[in-house]
């Protein structure tokens, strides 16, 4: 099993980005989903959780600018706007998958850089 996350770049402020983690491998199911943040010098935050069933959970900072879905079977994404240089981060999702031949196990994916500048 392995785990990207795609779609990161440099942005204005304002602008929108979409990011994607995608999950490839032998998945018998994808259980909740978590997009975490971390900007230069500061700790990792969590920034969204989605689950099997669909329930989402933002932070603070995200409510109203970010979204979190599921595209496909094996992709969640995350869409973000009005972004403010503050959302600078390198941005990486971790999902908790369930293999044919494994239990439940969470996985992280490598980060994607944004960076919101003029």
């Known amino acids: 099993v392995q785990l990207q996350a795609f779609g990161g770049g440099l942005v204005q402020p304002g602008g929108s980005l979409r990011l994607s983690c995608v999950a490839s491998?032998?998945?018998?199911?994808?259980?909740?989903v978590n997009w975490y943040r971390q900007a230069a010098g500061k700790e990792r935050e969590l920034v969204a959780t989605i689950t099997n069933g669909g329930s989402t959970k933002y932070a603070d900072f995200a409510k109203g600018r970010f979204t979190i879905s599921r595209d496909t079977k094996n992709t969640v994404d995350l869409q973000m706007s009005s972004l403010l240089p503050e959302d600078t981060a390198l941005y990486s999702c971790?999902?908790?998958?369930?293999?044919?031949?494994?239990?439940?196990?969470?996985?992280w994916g490598q980060g994607t850089q944004v960076t919101v500048s003029s």
């Open positions: 491998g032998s998945i018998s199911i994808i259980n909740s």
């Open positions: 971790q999902a908790s998958i369930c293999a044919p031949t494994t239990g439940s196990v969470w996985y």
